[in-house]
Nanobody
């Protein structure tokens, strides 16, 4: 079992930055891959970024590459998503997720078996 709790969302102006955190408990944190997804109103949940079990490999959606940085601190059982250059189209509920059967990077939602409750990110124009 893995319990995930996101934090750090909020309201920011376009061009601004935010850092999301995802605190995990339960299964050994360093044994599985992690990722961020987001869901905007009226849209399907989409992949944002993924990080491998060691943090050594990462993968990003094209829409956020160069603006978002995913990282993890296995000593603190926490994953992060640093977001800069935010755009109104980044507005969504952001979810962290754990893929306990994966140690590399996972980009498909079906690969993830535990999800947080989400944190709202709103970017005003």
């Amino acid at each position: 079992q893995v319990h995930l709790v996101e934090s750090g969302g909020g309201l920011v102006q376009a061009g601004g930055s935010l850092r999301l955190s995802c605190a995990a408990s339960g299964r050994t944190f360093s044994s599985y891959a992690l990722g961020w997804f987001r869901q905007a109103p009226g849209k399907e949940r989409e992949f944002v970024a993924a990080v491998s079990w060691t943090g050594g490999s990462t993968h990003y959606a094209g829409s956020v590459k160069g603006r978002f940085t995913i990282s993890r601190d296995n000593a603190r059982n926490t994953m992060y998503l640093q977001m800069i250059g935010l755009k109104p189209e980044d507005t969504a509920v952001y979810y962290c997720a754990a893929a306990t059967g994966v140690i590399t990077t996972a980009t498909m939602s079906w690969e993830y078996d535990y999800w947080g409750q989400g944190t709202q990110v709103t970017v005003s124009s």
